[in-house]
Nanobody, 123 residues
Framework: QLQAYGGGLVQAGGSLRLSCAAS????????MGWFRQAPGKEREVVAA????????YHADSVKGRFTISRDNAKNNLYLQMNSLTPEDTAVYYC??????????????????WGQGTQVTVSS
């Protein structure tokens, strides 16, 4: 029901835009987020956004470089990633979870997951 795409290989300092397309149901009442998981590391939140898109959260490690957004008319979620560094290399996942009044930052709070898209940043 969620499909992430847009990953790839990019040089340090470059940009990528990830997209997440929802199908089969609407997620306009759900909070959505981007997570990433590097080899040997736990899955971590990158950014999250409220159902209406009015409030966002970005992890400190990406603040000022990444921007989460959503288009509810298209049932899509986006992550614009600028000034990429090798430390951003990971599989990136989009997820949707029931909004309970605050943005959740742990994977267990999200019910629906995309299959992941690989982002590799070369130095």
């Amino acid at each position: 029901q969620l499909q992430a795409y847009g990953g790839g290989l990019v040089q340090a300092g470059g940009s990528l835009r990830l997209s997440c397309a929802a199908s089969g149901r609407t997620f306009i009442t759900y909070a959505m987020g981007w997570f990433r998981q590097a080899p040997g590391k736990e899955r971590e939140v990158v950014a999250a956004i409220t159902p209406g898109g009015g409030t966002t959260y970005h992890a400190d490690s990406v603040k000022g470089r990444f921007t989460i957004s959503r288009d509810n008319a298209k049932n899509n979620l986006y992550l614009q990633m600028n000034s990429l560094t090798p430390e951003d290399t990971a599989v990136y996942y989009c997820a949707a979870g029931r909004y309970m009044g605050s943005l959740q930052r742990t994977p267990d709070r999200y019910d629906y997951w995309g299959q992941g898209t690989q982002v590799t940043v070369s130095s």
